[in-house]
Protein backbone atom coordinates (compact mmCIF):
# COMPACT_ATOMS: atom_id res chain seq x y z
CA UNK A 1 0.00 0.00 0.00
CA UNK A 2 0.88 3.74 -0.91
CA UNK A 3 1.99 5.37 2.59
CA UNK A 4 -0.15 8.85 2.96
CA UNK A 5 2.05 12.02 3.07
CA UNK A 6 3.25 12.43 6.87
CA UNK A 7 0.84 15.00 7.67
CA UNK A 8 -1.71 12.53 6.39
CA UNK A 9 -0.29 9.98 8.89
CA UNK A 10 -0.41 11.73 11.55
CA UNK A 11 -4.36 12.88 11.03
CA UNK A 12 -5.27 9.36 10.72
CA UNK A 13 -3.69 8.05 13.90
CA UNK A 14 -5.11 11.33 15.93
CA UNK A 15 -8.70 10.35 14.57
CA UNK A 16 -8.72 7.57 16.25
CA UNK A 17 -6.72 8.61 19.74
CA UNK A 18 -7.62 12.49 19.92
CA UNK A 19 -9.78 13.27 23.24
CA UNK A 20 -13.59 14.66 21.88
CA UNK A 21 -16.47 16.31 23.46
CA UNK A 22 -19.97 14.85 22.66
CA UNK A 23 -21.17 18.37 20.74
CA UNK A 24 -24.09 20.13 22.91
CA UNK A 25 -27.35 19.83 21.85
CA UNK A 26 -28.86 22.35 23.90
CA UNK A 27 -26.44 25.18 22.81
CA UNK A 28 -28.29 27.73 20.96
CA UNK A 29 -26.70 27.71 17.31
CA UNK A 30 -27.04 24.24 17.59
CA UNK A 31 -30.97 24.29 18.40
CA UNK A 32 -31.30 26.56 15.54
CA UNK A 33 -30.10 24.41 13.04
CA UNK A 34 -31.81 21.49 14.00
CA UNK A 35 -35.56 24.17 14.07
CA UNK A 36 -34.56 24.87 10.87
CA UNK A 37 -33.82 21.23 9.35
CA UNK A 38 -37.27 20.63 11.35
CA UNK A 39 -39.32 23.36 9.62
CA UNK A 40 -37.32 23.46 6.22
CA UNK A 41 -36.81 19.71 5.35
CA UNK A 42 -39.08 18.00 8.01
CA UNK A 43 -36.43 16.42 10.33
CA UNK A 44 -37.94 15.15 13.67
CA UNK A 45 -36.56 17.75 16.33
CA UNK A 46 -35.47 14.81 19.01
CA UNK A 47 -34.46 12.27 16.72
CA UNK A 48 -32.28 15.29 15.53
CA UNK A 49 -31.34 16.25 18.59
CA UNK A 50 -30.42 12.56 19.57
CA UNK A 51 -28.60 12.21 16.75
CA UNK A 52 -25.77 15.78 17.05
CA UNK A 53 -25.75 15.08 21.07
CA UNK A 54 -23.44 11.72 19.87
CA UNK A 55 -21.82 13.77 17.55
CA UNK A 56 -18.08 14.73 18.75
CA UNK A 57 -16.50 17.93 18.77
CA UNK A 58 -12.98 17.33 18.03
CA UNK A 59 -9.89 19.17 18.82
CA UNK A 60 -7.18 17.39 15.79
CA UNK A 61 -10.15 18.40 13.13
CA UNK A 62 -9.59 22.39 14.57
CA UNK A 63 -5.94 21.64 14.34
CA UNK A 64 -6.03 20.24 10.77
CA UNK A 65 -8.14 22.57 9.16
CA UNK A 66 -6.11 25.54 11.33
CA UNK A 67 -2.72 24.60 10.34
CA UNK A 68 -0.28 26.81 8.94
CA UNK A 69 -0.10 25.99 5.30
CA UNK A 70 2.83 23.58 5.00
CA UNK A 71 5.71 24.07 2.32
CA UNK A 72 4.56 24.49 -1.27
CA UNK A 73 6.29 21.38 -2.98
CA UNK A 74 7.68 22.71 -6.48
CA UNK A 75 6.13 20.56 -9.19
CA UNK A 76 8.70 17.73 -9.43
CA UNK A 77 8.77 16.49 -6.01
CA UNK A 78 4.57 16.83 -6.24
CA UNK A 79 4.61 14.80 -9.44
CA UNK A 80 7.12 11.81 -7.36
CA UNK A 81 4.35 11.41 -4.93
CA UNK A 82 1.26 10.50 -7.24
CA UNK A 83 3.15 9.37 -10.48
CA UNK A 84 5.22 6.20 -9.28
CA UNK A 85 5.27 2.68 -10.32
CA UNK A 86 3.15 2.00 -7.42
CA UNK A 87 0.45 3.84 -7.70
CA UNK A 88 0.27 3.11 -11.76
CA UNK A 89 0.15 -0.50 -10.80
CA UNK A 90 -2.50 -0.17 -8.32
CA UNK A 91 -3.94 2.10 -11.35
CA UNK A 92 -3.41 -0.33 -13.71
CA UNK A 93 -5.06 -2.77 -11.85
CA UNK A 94 -8.44 -0.78 -10.79
CA UNK A 95 -8.76 -0.28 -14.89
CA UNK A 96 -8.41 -3.94 -15.24
CA UNK A 97 -10.67 -4.46 -12.83
CA UNK A 98 -13.55 -1.97 -14.35
CA UNK A 99 -13.09 -1.92 -17.66
CA UNK A 100 -16.99 -1.94 -19.07
CA UNK A 101 -17.81 1.09 -16.60
CA UNK A 102 -14.65 2.80 -17.80
CA UNK A 103 -15.70 1.87 -21.68
CA UNK A 104 -19.14 3.28 -20.99
CA UNK A 105 -17.81 6.39 -19.95
CA UNK A 106 -16.96 6.69 -24.47
CA UNK A 107 -14.13 8.68 -23.90
CA UNK A 108 -10.65 7.53 -23.60
CA UNK A 109 -9.42 10.88 -22.15
CA UNK A 110 -12.55 11.36 -19.75
CA UNK A 111 -11.98 7.58 -18.48
CA UNK A 112 -8.71 8.12 -18.52
CA UNK A 113 -8.78 11.68 -16.39
CA UNK A 114 -11.17 9.93 -13.88
CA UNK A 115 -8.55 7.09 -13.53
CA UNK A 116 -6.42 10.09 -12.76
CA UNK A 117 -8.35 11.64 -9.76
CA UNK A 118 -9.29 8.77 -8.29
CA UNK A 119 -5.60 7.75 -8.01
CA UNK A 120 -4.30 10.87 -6.73
CA UNK A 121 -7.50 11.57 -4.34
CA UNK A 122 -7.53 8.42 -2.52
CA UNK A 123 -5.24 5.68 -4.45
CA UNK A 124 -8.21 3.47 -5.88
CA UNK A 125 -9.86 3.67 -2.17
CA UNK A 126 -7.16 3.30 -0.17
CA UNK A 127 -7.06 6.64 1.97
CA UNK A 128 -10.14 7.89 2.09
CA UNK A 129 -10.40 9.08 5.65
CA UNK A 130 -10.78 7.90 9.22
CA UNK A 131 -12.99 10.55 10.84
CA UNK A 132 -16.73 9.84 11.54
CA UNK A 133 -17.98 12.55 9.07
CA UNK A 134 -20.90 13.56 11.16
CA UNK A 135 -18.18 14.75 13.88
CA UNK A 136 -16.02 16.70 11.47
CA UNK A 137 -18.95 18.86 10.21
CA UNK A 138 -19.96 19.44 13.56
CA UNK A 139 -17.23 20.51 14.74
CA UNK A 140 -16.48 22.49 12.05
CA UNK A 141 -20.07 24.03 11.83
CA UNK A 142 -20.11 24.83 15.44
CA UNK A 143 -16.58 25.82 16.05
CA UNK A 144 -14.82 26.78 13.61
CA UNK A 145 -16.31 30.56 12.84
CA UNK A 146 -13.93 31.36 10.11
CA UNK A 147 -16.34 28.94 7.98
CA UNK A 148 -18.75 27.73 10.36
CA UNK A 149 -21.72 28.90 7.47
CA UNK A 150 -20.28 26.68 4.87
CA UNK A 151 -19.97 23.60 6.98
CA UNK A 152 -23.29 24.34 8.76
CA UNK A 153 -24.68 24.20 4.92
CA UNK A 154 -22.65 20.76 4.58
CA UNK A 155 -23.92 19.28 7.89
CA UNK A 156 -27.36 20.01 6.68
CA UNK A 157 -26.30 18.90 2.99
CA UNK A 158 -25.04 15.73 4.44
CA UNK A 159 -28.24 14.79 6.49
CA UNK A 160 -30.04 15.41 3.67
CA UNK A 161 -27.51 12.62 2.10
CA UNK A 162 -27.81 10.29 4.89
CA UNK A 163 -32.03 10.59 4.39
CA UNK A 164 -32.13 10.08 0.85
CA UNK A 165 -29.47 7.41 0.28
CA UNK A 166 -29.89 5.41 3.81
CA UNK A 167 -26.31 6.18 5.10
CA UNK A 168 -25.89 5.69 8.89
CA UNK A 169 -24.61 9.15 9.47
CA UNK A 170 -22.77 7.64 12.64
CA UNK A 171 -20.54 5.24 10.91
CA UNK A 172 -20.04 7.26 7.41
CA UNK A 173 -16.33 8.01 7.58
CA UNK A 174 -14.47 10.69 5.18
CA UNK A 175 -11.62 12.88 5.41
CA UNK A 176 -11.18 16.01 8.24
CA UNK A 177 -13.38 18.40 6.69
CA UNK A 178 -15.73 15.90 5.59
CA UNK A 179 -14.84 14.65 1.94
CA UNK A 180 -16.52 11.09 1.25
CA UNK A 181 -15.39 8.06 -0.14
CA UNK A 182 -13.01 6.99 -2.99
CA UNK A 183 -13.53 10.23 -4.75
CA UNK A 184 -13.99 12.25 -1.72
CA UNK A 185 -17.29 13.99 -2.63
CA UNK A 186 -18.00 16.92 0.02
CA UNK A 187 -22.10 16.71 0.78
CA UNK A 188 -23.18 18.97 -1.53
CA UNK A 189 -21.16 17.68 -4.42
CA UNK A 190 -22.31 14.38 -3.57
CA UNK A 191 -26.20 15.38 -3.89
CA UNK A 192 -25.76 17.26 -6.79
CA UNK A 193 -23.44 15.21 -8.83
CA UNK A 194 -23.60 11.81 -8.19
CA UNK A 195 -25.60 8.78 -10.04
CA UNK A 196 -26.46 5.43 -9.61
CA UNK A 197 -24.43 4.08 -12.38
CA UNK A 198 -25.28 0.62 -11.72
CA UNK A 199 -29.49 1.34 -11.12
CA UNK A 200 -29.31 -0.47 -7.94
CA UNK A 201 -31.53 2.72 -6.49
CA UNK A 202 -28.62 3.94 -4.78
CA UNK A 203 -26.05 6.39 -4.78
CA UNK A 204 -22.96 4.73 -3.30
CA UNK A 205 -19.51 6.70 -3.03
CA UNK A 206 -17.82 4.52 -0.71
CA UNK A 207 -18.01 0.42 -1.98
CA UNK A 208 -19.71 0.62 -5.24
CA UNK A 209 -17.50 1.48 -8.17
CA UNK A 210 -19.66 1.92 -10.63
CA UNK A 211 -21.25 4.85 -9.08
CA UNK A 212 -17.85 5.94 -8.24
CA UNK A 213 -16.07 5.88 -11.54
CA UNK A 214 -19.83 7.61 -12.93
CA UNK A 215 -20.32 10.07 -10.60
CA UNK A 216 -16.62 11.61 -11.03
CA UNK A 217 -17.42 11.68 -14.97
CA UNK A 218 -20.80 13.06 -14.33
CA UNK A 219 -19.01 15.75 -12.54
CA UNK A 220 -16.22 16.68 -14.71
CA UNK A 221 -18.99 16.66 -17.58
CA UNK A 222 -21.62 19.12 -15.21
CA UNK A 223 -18.52 21.65 -15.38
CA UNK A 224 -17.98 21.21 -19.14
CA UNK A 225 -16.10 19.29 -20.11
CA UNK A 226 -15.44 18.56 -23.81
CA UNK A 227 -15.65 15.17 -25.62
CA UNK A 228 -12.57 13.73 -27.08
CA UNK A 229 -11.05 16.99 -26.83
CA UNK A 230 -7.53 17.55 -25.34
CA UNK A 231 -6.63 18.20 -21.54
CA UNK A 232 -2.55 19.91 -21.86
CA UNK A 233 0.64 19.66 -23.86
CA UNK A 234 3.94 20.35 -23.10
CA UNK A 235 5.36 23.40 -24.44
CA UNK A 236 8.49 25.77 -24.72
CA UNK A 237 8.88 29.57 -24.55
CA UNK A 238 11.19 31.84 -27.02
CA UNK A 239 11.70 34.11 -24.79
CA UNK A 240 11.40 33.37 -20.82
CA UNK A 241 10.33 36.69 -19.67
CA UNK A 242 6.79 36.07 -18.43
CA UNK A 243 5.33 39.76 -17.98
CA UNK A 244 2.82 39.10 -20.89
CA UNK A 245 1.38 36.25 -19.26
CA UNK A 246 -0.88 36.09 -16.31
CA UNK A 247 -0.22 32.70 -14.43
CA UNK A 248 -0.86 33.45 -10.94
CA UNK A 249 -4.84 32.75 -11.55
CA UNK A 250 -6.31 29.55 -13.09
CA UNK A 251 -8.33 31.08 -15.73
CA UNK A 252 -8.47 30.66 -19.25
CA UNK A 253 -7.26 34.12 -20.67
CA UNK A 254 -5.47 33.39 -23.96
CA UNK A 255 -6.23 31.49 -26.71
CA UNK A 256 -3.88 28.86 -28.60
CA UNK A 257 -3.14 31.62 -31.60
CA UNK A 258 -2.44 34.70 -28.70
CA UNK A 259 -0.11 32.51 -27.05
CA UNK A 260 1.19 31.28 -30.15
CA UNK A 261 1.98 35.02 -30.76
CA UNK A 262 3.32 35.60 -27.59
CA UNK A 263 6.32 33.33 -28.74
CA UNK A 264 4.73 29.89 -26.84
CA UNK A 265 5.64 26.74 -28.99
CA UNK A 266 3.80 23.72 -28.44
CA UNK A 267 1.90 20.91 -30.79
CA UNK A 268 -2.06 20.58 -30.21
CA UNK A 269 -4.99 19.78 -32.70
CA UNK A 270 -7.43 22.41 -30.71
CA UNK A 271 -8.35 25.05 -33.55
CA UNK A 272 -6.62 28.88 -33.18
CA UNK A 273 -9.91 30.31 -31.44
CA UNK A 274 -9.78 27.87 -28.45
CA UNK A 275 -9.45 29.42 -24.78
CA UNK A 276 -6.49 28.32 -23.21
CA UNK A 277 -3.31 29.36 -20.26
CA UNK A 278 -0.36 28.84 -19.98
CA UNK A 279 1.04 26.97 -17.28
CA UNK A 280 4.36 27.11 -15.25
CA UNK A 281 5.52 24.67 -13.09
CA UNK A 282 8.93 24.15 -11.44
CA UNK A 283 10.58 21.32 -12.20
CA UNK A 284 13.87 19.70 -11.61
CA UNK A 285 16.03 21.32 -13.59
CA UNK A 286 14.12 24.39 -14.15
CA UNK A 287 10.89 26.08 -15.22
CA UNK A 288 8.74 23.51 -16.65
CA UNK A 289 5.81 24.97 -19.51
CA UNK A 290 2.63 23.20 -20.48
CA UNK A 291 -0.59 24.85 -22.15
CA UNK A 292 -3.70 23.77 -20.94
CA UNK A 293 -7.17 23.81 -22.13
CA UNK A 294 -10.86 23.69 -21.41
CA UNK A 295 -10.77 20.02 -20.05
CA UNK A 296 -7.61 21.10 -18.28
CA UNK A 297 -9.98 24.11 -16.39
CA UNK A 298 -12.42 21.67 -15.55
CA UNK A 299 -10.08 19.16 -13.58
CA UNK A 300 -9.12 22.52 -11.97
CA UNK A 301 -12.71 22.56 -10.91
CA UNK A 302 -12.44 19.33 -8.65
CA UNK A 303 -9.12 21.25 -6.71
CA UNK A 304 -8.16 24.15 -7.81
CA UNK A 305 -4.72 23.86 -8.23
CA UNK A 306 -2.93 23.36 -11.35
CA UNK A 307 -0.07 21.20 -9.78
CA UNK A 308 -3.10 18.57 -9.23
CA UNK A 309 -4.64 18.78 -12.69
CA UNK A 310 -1.59 17.94 -13.93
CA UNK A 311 -1.12 15.38 -12.08
CA UNK A 312 -4.86 13.59 -12.41
CA UNK A 313 -3.51 13.84 -16.36
CA UNK A 314 -0.45 12.54 -16.24
CA UNK A 315 -1.23 9.78 -13.99
CA UNK A 316 -4.24 8.87 -15.51
CA UNK A 317 -2.78 8.64 -19.05
CA UNK A 318 0.33 6.32 -17.36
CA UNK A 319 -1.92 4.49 -16.37
CA UNK A 320 -3.71 3.99 -19.34
CA UNK A 321 -0.52 3.23 -21.24
CA UNK A 322 0.71 1.04 -18.83
CA UNK A 323 0.68 -2.97 -20.21
CA UNK A 324 -1.99 -4.58 -20.11
Known amino acids: MIQSPPAATILACLALSSPALALDSNRSEVREFIDEMHRDYEFDRDDLTTLLARAETRQNILDAISRPAERVVPWHEYRQQFINALRIQYGTRFRDEHPDRLEAIDDPQLANTVLGILGVETSYGRITGRFRVIDALATLAFDYPPRGAFFRSELQQFLLLTREEAVDPLTALGSYAGAMGSPQFISSSYRKYAIDADGDGRRDLW ?32 DTDLSQFNTNQID ?65 DAVAGASR
Open 252 to 316: MNETVQSLRTKGVQFETRMPDDAPAMLVVAQGKDGPVYRVGFNNFYVITRYNRSTMYAMAVHDLG
Open 207 to 238: SNWDDIIGSVANYLRAFGWQKNAEVVVAASLK
